[in-house]
């Protein structure tokens, strides 16, 4: 079936660096995409979303980039913290009439001090 | 504003005996979602609620899994009887809307951590 799914499954960086987390998804369809973060011992966390009609979208420190033709999506986080350190989920919203996500694999994300 | 709370926070059962997990959702959700969420993979959807009625439970082991939100807001969700390959965290999120319209953001509970031995 359709799913999402990711590069790398871990990824350490050093604190204050830049970090790029990919996700490729397959469902041609989808029109919806989240990044959600996970720390241990708590659900996901909302953190960025963006729609299919735009490219980039930017946060606090973060950016989400969504290129369709390839179906890739990233999450670029600037001046990495510690408190960054979690794994992070793409997430897929492939049904028009509904809420309803599919999600990636999830990469985890080490910070070195 | 509260968060979505679900309990019990651990659970350890032996395969074969019955369990039931709790869901109150942030106030005014009308949606209502529960994951499972195997270690080290990313949720997968169980069942959908809107308001007390099922929108989607596709993936639902139906013959061992039930859900219900019988006033359309608290949900409970149980498993008889348990296999070893329940062991997982069993989410829950809530969300404004289905999204007729648009996407809303789904708020997620800590899980409850099912161990089957």
């Known amino acids: 079936g359709e799913s999402v799914g990711l590069h790398l499954p871990t990824l350490s960086v050093q604190e204050g660096d830049n970090s790029i987390i990919n996700c490729a998804y397959s469902n041609s369809a989808s029109d919806y995409f989240i990044w959600y973060k996970q720390e241990s011992g708590k659900g996901p966390q909302f953190i960025i979303d963006i729609r299919s009609n735009m490219d980039k979208r930017q946060g606090q420190r973060v950016t989400v980039l969504l290129n369709k033709t390839v179906k890739h999506l990233s999450l670029q986080i600037a001046a990495t913290q510690p408190g960054d350190s979690a794994v992070y989920f793409c997430?897929?919203?492939?049904?028009?009439?509904?809420?309803?996500?599919?999600f990636g694999g999830g990469t985890r994300l080490m910070v070195k001090p | 504003e509260a968060g979505v709370a679900q309990s019990p926070r651990y659970k350890i059962i032996e395969k074969r005996q019955s369990v039931a997990f709790w869901c109150n959702p942030i106030s005014g959700h009308a949606t209502l979602y529960w994951y499972q969420q195997i270690l080290g993979q990313g949720p997968k959807l169980l069942i959908q609620f809107q308001n007390n009625g099922v929108v989607d439970d596709s993936q639902l082991p139906k013959d061992r899994f039930s859900a219900e939100r019988l006033k359309g807001v608290d949900s409970t969700l149980k498993i008889q009887p348990a296999k070893l390959e329940d062991s997982a965290v069993y989410l829950c999120?809530?969300?404004?809307?289905?999204?007729?319209?648009?996407?809303?953001?789904?708020?997620f509970g800590p899980g409850t951590r099912l161990t089957v031995t």
């Open positions: 999120a809530s969300s404004l809307e289905r999204g007729l319209a648009g996407i809303y953001e789904q708020y």
């Open positions: 997430a897929e919203n492939g049904d028009n009439a509904g809420n309803m996500l599919t």
